[in-house]
Each structure stands twice: as C-alpha cells, then as structure tokens.
C-alpha cells in the first residue's frame, strides 16, 4: 500500500499525458493499494524515486526522446535509469500507450471492456530495469463500432486511436 516513487508530468502537459498519469494513478493504486503522487516537474524537484511521464526536462536530459523512425506516431521508449522510470511517446499517444504496457508488465494489466478490466493484486512490485522501444505494428488503431469509440477511456485503454487524432481536416495523416 505504499510507495517511493511519485509521478512527473511536464509543466506543460497536454490532455494525453495528463491522462496517462492519473490512468497511471488508478491502476497502480488497484493493483498494490499504492496511490502515488502526481506532481508537476519544477527545476526544484526533491532528489527522489519518479516515474517520468511524458516529454519532461528529465527525460531530455536522460536522453529519452523517441523519433518517429524509431516509434511511429503511436510508439514509445520505456526505460529505467537512475532509479528513474521515462515513460514517453514520440506523441503523447505513444506516451498514452506507454502507460498501458509499463501496467501489462508489472501488474498483467488486460482491458476487454469498461466492466471487464484485470489488474493483478501485487503486494510487492520490483521496478523492472526497461530500456525499451516500442515501434507497433500499426501505427494507427480504430474501429467503427463499440466501446473503442463510444467512449474515449475505452478507447484509450484498448490503445485505439480517437478520430481526431488520426484525421486532420478530413485528411490521414
């Protein structure tokens, strides 16, 4: 039920990385009874154990910084240094998504529906050692019918892509 690490956005986070770190939130607190911080990342953040989400001054500084040749739009690089966990996407889709996997590893997290969610009941969590680069096969993921599109949350934890993400002015792009 309790835990050294807090979770980091960037000063100027966007509506996805902000909802990554309360999904973040959510699920770790379901799995373990932990419900660790959200702070905003300032230039006098403590010495601590952090959980990076997003495009964060640190994750620059660490390096973390995925192009789109290596990710895609939709892809992301998860990786542990320094005590130190950067979740981030080349977008914040992919940081979005980023989230989902980091929950799938440590807690075998699995959305079928808004009434069929499974996190596992953990006691104790290790911070796995990441250092990975997610490319997906396909970049853009959508249905036209359902809970992915009905609902945006759905949609996100399913790891779909909203219309107006992948539609700009009628056009793919």
């Not at 739009?73 to 981030?88: A, C, I, S, T």
Request: charged share 20%.
């Amino acid at each position: 039920g309790t835990s050294e690490y807090q979770i980091v956005l960037p000063e100027a986070a966007d509506e996805n990385e902000q909802f990554a770190a309360n999904e973040l939130q959510y699920f770790i607190e379901q799995a373990s009874g932990a419900k660790l911080e959200i702070v905003t990342e300032s230039p006098d953040l403590a010495a601590g154990k952090y959980i990076f989400v997003g495009a964060t001054a640190a994750a620059e500084t660490a390096g973390v910084t995925p192009s789109s040749e290596q990710t895609m739009y939709n892809g992301f690089e998860m990786v542990f240094q320094d005590d130190d966990l950067y979740l981030r996407g080349y977008s914040s889709i992919g940081t979005r998504n980023s989230v989902y996997e980091f929950l799938d590893y440590l807690f075998d997290y699995d959305y079928y529906a808004p009434d069929e969610i499974y996190v596992a009941d953990v006691k104790t969590a290790n911070m796995p050692a990441f250092d990975l680069v997610v490319n997906p096969s396909f970049d853009w993921r959508t249905a036209n019918y359902g809970w992915a599109i009905w609902d945006s949350t759905s949609g996100h934890r399913m790891r779909m892509n909203n219309a107006e993400e992948i539609y700009i002015n009628g056009w793919n792009c």
